[in-house]
């Protein structure tokens, strides 16, 4: 909720200009000259920064307008009974110089009748047209005239008694530092937001406290001697507002204008002071979310942008009531050639340097929000249709429920996000028909010019067409886990800049989506992942295995996983293509001899952009270490990602089993390991047909066996340790280590969901391994589906197997 008060009729834009006057309607015809009702005569401005202080006068329908000393000496001297002579000498003898009946007859016609100041020759009523500035408050409705609007604060006006002035400051100050410094706040939203009844209560206390601030501009008016004029309510910009005409506060000297100004915000700290009390008596924590809110309100109001408070206490400070009419004035003498325009040096000295200030900042302040809420609207829209449906879900819920009052908490919510989006629209409208106005009327008759004109036209036609067409991320809805920064809110609209960001060896910040339910990492306890960094464009990815080639084309932000390594095992699944499953399974027996480091690596990746698809890697890998090894630092790994994904699934399932073996095995040995593997390798041929749910639990099946081959052979004692090393994403199965003493058995699955067309990725192979990736199986999948984009990090954890005992 906006407030604001009646100052801003005076900045309300230039003189207003009547309907076109008849040729009976000239003045020389009037020897008896006679005011329109309702004009008011507020006097000349005390404290101007004008070197030449203006006068003000204000007609009957709230207009303000600033005269020069001279047409406010012959306006005061129409009092309807005095003729042109008597006016001129009137005007003369104030003035102190001579002003004839003609130069009387002069001002009539050329300045006082177009400004609707004056009655016509016929007796009636002059037709004018109040300005209707951009940046001015529109449907305005009046809630009380002057009379009841004086009624109603004149007791209010004792609050700005010098004592009471600093006691209420002094406890305003002292509230605000224990809220915010000692107790917090965190009790007090987790009290509101429990009880949507508390919401109500403070967004109501919040409006009424909004209402409160204008009596504090209507009372300081008052306490200074000024009458205020009428208060009610409309829109200022895009928010509800009220308002206070306190036009007659420029009657007063500089100070009174400023207490006026501050006069709102005095009666924010007394809200504030006020709702400290009422939760000292009752404890009731969600009170102090009004204090807040009060903070708020004065900080927003304290902004001279635009005309809040900040705005008057500013051009009531320098004298100069009319800023933003004077900003292209400003800006015309920042030129070398018209520094010297008289239009230029109509300030004092100060004055111009603070509203030249003022202008500096302003101007790229409005032009940059202005921009920025064209290239922001439809992320904005996204965001406020994606809210919307979510507050109407629980608004049925609740009305659904009986629960009324967290229904009438929706509606609000729902009113709260549509409002901005109307606002800006309005705004948008309203600028656009009044600059085409403004170019059709001053390049009528001129053909070059208003060609011109219309080029530039379809020049920002075609410019809003292109920031607002329909893309991938155009209307995506802000996500909770973007920071929101400005080169965010471009990211839409220039996408090249999002893939500037983290580069191999450099630090840096980026988004990690971690699957719900999982423990977050810690500085204390911090867990390995693996970044996708977002490749150079036309960067082509490595092949995804040895013996295979690259897909036409690698559509994911991020480079291809390398090939293995000589004794890896990596099984990498690529689907972009809509409607289709790919899956690739790779299984390897590798043998280290007696010495040799064991460094090897088994990996398993899916990845997956399309609609209604399904990519399935699946890696399995046994290491057998023969005899004395110093270094055995095996790695497993999987990761599942998807990207412009719809309705996919990806499953990346890593499993690794190692064992330390004193001595070869036996024939027999040897025979039963090849006979097992025979099966295990004909497993892998089949798995498409195998539900994902079962595939984990039967690869751990297959370690268990293999493990007691191993053991009842006499030839070989395993000695090892155990590890695993989980890594998930989206719905994906969670790992089940049946690894016994003697052996280190590692499984990695990983799952996510989401993808875009490209190709079926072949199948990938590894020394001793099986592979298998058929194009269009039909798996009966049981490992979930995610209907969201995911991308995944998986946590390579290496195992390091400690040597067997001599």
């Not at 004056?118 to 037709?127: I, V």
């Not at 309510?233 to 009657?251: E, K, N, Q």
């Not at 709702?275 to 000292?280: A, C, D, P, S, V």
């Not at 530039?456 to 893309?471: C, Q, Y």
């Amino acid at each position: 909720m906006s407030t604001t008060h009646g100052g801003p009729s005076i900045a309300d834009g230039p003189p207003a200009s009547p309907a076109p006057a008849s040729p009976a309607s000239a003045a020389g015809t009037l020897e008896v000259p006679v005011r329109a009702e309702g004009v008011q005569l507020l006097g000349e401005t005390i404290g101007s920064g004008y070197r030449e202080a203006p006068s003000l006068v204000r007609r009957a329908d709230g207009q303000t307008l600033q005269l020069t000393r001279l047409l406010y000496l012959v306006l005061e001297a129409m009092d309807g009974t005095r003729g042109v002579e008597e006016i001129a000498e009137h005007a003369s003898t104030g003035f102190g110089r001579l002003v004839s009946a003609d130069n009387v007859r002069t001002l009539i016609d050329s300045q006082l009748l177009p400004l609707g100041l004056l009655q016509r020759a016929d007796g009636s009523q002059p037709e004018v047209r109040k300005a209707d500035p951009l940046l001015g408050m529109k449907f305005r409705y009046t809630v009380t005239d002057p009379e009841r609007t004086r009624r109603i604060t004149a007791p209010f006006a004792v609050l700005f008694n010098p004592l009471i002035v600093v006691l209420v400051t002094a406890a305003f100050l002292a509230s605000c530092w224990w809220v915010l410094m000692v107790k917090g706040l965190a009790s007090a939203t987790h009290e509101a937001f429990a009880n949507p009844g508390l919401v109500l209560l403070i967004l109501a206390v919040t409006v009424l406290s909004a209402g409160f601030h204008e009596f504090g501009h209507a009372a300081a008016a008052r306490r200074g001697g000024a009458t205020p004029g009428a208060m009610g309510t409309g829109l200022y910009i895009i928010w509800p507002a009220f308002f206070t005409d306190v036009t007659d506060s420029y009657r007063l000297g500089r100070a009174g204008r400023i207490r006026t100004d501050l006069g709102g915000l005095y009666f924010n700290a007394i809200v504030a002071v006020a709702i400290m009390g009422i939760w000292w008596a009752t404890g009731f924590d969600a009170l102090l979310l009004v204090v807040v809110t009060q903070v708020l309100q004065m900080v927003r109001q304290l902004l001279p942008l635009v005309r809040f408070d900040g705005y008057h206490i500013l051009a009531d400070a320098t004298g100069v009531p009319d800023l933003f009419q004077r900003i292209k004035p400003t800006l015309l003498s920042l030129l070398p050639w018209r520094r010297k325009d008289p239009e230029a040096q109509v300030l004092k000295p100060w004055a111009r340097a603070v509203v030249t200030a003022w202008v500096l900042i302003t101007v790229p302040l409005l032009i940059f929000s202005l921009v920025m809420m064209v290239l922001s609207l439809p992320r904005l829209l996204g965001t406020a249709w994606d809210s919307g449906q979510k507050q109407f879900i629980m608004f049925n819920t609740s009305l659904a429920g009986g629960d009324m009052v967290d229904a009438a908490v929706r509606i609000l919510a729902i009113a709260a996000v549509a409002l901005p989006v109307v606002g800006i629209f309005f705004i948008l409208f309203r600028l656009g028909r009044q600059i085409l106005t403004a170019l059709w009327q001053k390049t009528r008759g001129k053909v070059l010019q208003r060609g011109a004109a219309v080029a530039v036209i379809a020049a920002v036609m075609a410019g809003l067409a292109w920031a607002w067409w329909p893309g991938a991320e155009s209307y995506r809805p802000v996500q909770p886990y973007e920071r929101g920064t400005l080169a965010d809110a471009t990211t839409a609209i220039f996408p090249a800049g999002a893939t500037t960001g983290m580069r191999e060896g450099q630090s840096g910040r980026t988004v990690a989506l971690w699957p719900s339910g999982a423990q977050m990492p810690t500085r204390e306890e911090p867990q390995l992942s693996m970044v996708l960094v977002p490749r150079d464009a036309g960067t082509s990815g490595t092949a995804g295995a040895s013996g295979t080639t690259a897909a036409p084309a690698w559509v994911f932000p991020f480079d291809r996983p390398a090939a293995p390594e000589e004794d890896g095992n990596q099984s990498l699944a690529v689907n972009t293509t809509d409607g289709s499953v790919v899956y690739d399974v790779a299984f390897a027996l590798v043998w280290a001899d007696d010495g040799e480091d064991v460094t090897t690596r088994n990996e398993a990746y899916a990845f997956a952009s399309c609609a209604d698809c399904a990519a399935v890697a699946v890696g399995f890998q046994v290491v057998l270490i023969v005899g004395q090894t110093d270094v055995v630092v095996p790695e497993n790994l999987s990761a599942a990602a998807n990207y412009n994904c719809v309705q996919c699934l990806t499953y990346a399932l890593a499993s690794q089993l190692v064992l330390t073996l004193d001595g070869p095995l036996s024939d027999d040995g040897m025979t039963r390991l090849n006979e097992l593997w025979q099966q295990i390798a004909e497993y892998g041929r089949n798995l498409q047909n195998v539900p994902l749910s079962e595939i984990q639990g039967r690869l751990d099946a297959f370690k268990v066996q293999i493990m007691e081959v191993i053991k009842n052979d006499p030839s070989a004692t395993p000695v090892a340790s155990t590890g695993s090393a989980p890594a998930t994403t989206g719905s994906s199965p969670g790992p089940t280590e049946s690894a016994t003493p003697g052996a280190t058995a590692g499984t990695t699955p990983a799952t996510g969901a989401e993808p875009e067309p490209g190709g079926t990725e072949p199948a990938a192979t590894a020394p001793a391994a099986t592979s298998a990736a058929p194009a269009e199986p039909q798996p009966t999948q049981s490992g979930g589906t995610a209907t969201e984009p995911v991308s995944t990090t998986p946590s390579p954890d290496p195992t390091a197997t400690a040597p067997p005992a001599p």
